[in-house]
């Protein structure tokens, strides 16, 4: 069973920077474009960014030119540089298969929190 493990968030200050990276237990990237994910208090989870496999990318107009999404196929494993980061961009952040017909169960997340 594939499991997806999220990490690298944490407590930053507006204008700061963090990167995340998402490391998958089986090998679901070669085939599959790879989404980050966020979810905020009492909203619905949204698609912050999203790479193909060829490496073809794909932002929300909410963190382009802010955002960078990455990914490591050797290393089961995609990334998110996240820069100028807003009190907005707080959640929490998760990955998985763009694809939701081919999506896996959802990992735990990483929290990011923004403060102004």
């Known amino acids: 069973q594939v499991q997806l493990v999220e990490s690298g968030g944490g407590l930053v200050q507006a204008g700061g920077s963090l990167r995340l990276a998402c490391v998958a237990s089986g090998n679901i990237f070669r085939v599959n474009a790879m989404g980050w994910y966020r979810q905020a208090p009492g909203k619905q989870r949204e698609l912050v960014a999203v790479i193909s496999s060829g490496g073809g990318t794909h932002y929300a107009d909410s963190v382009q030119g802010r955002f960078t999404i990455s990914r490591d196929n050797a290393k089961n494993t995609v990334y998110l540089q996240m820069n100028s980061l807003k009190p907005e961009d707080t959640g929490v952040y998760f990955c998985?298969?763009?694809?939701?017909?081919?999506?896996?169960?959802w990992g735990q997340g990483t929290q990011v929190t923004v403060s102004s």
């Open positions: 998985n298969v763009d694809n939701p017909l081919r999506r896996v169960a």
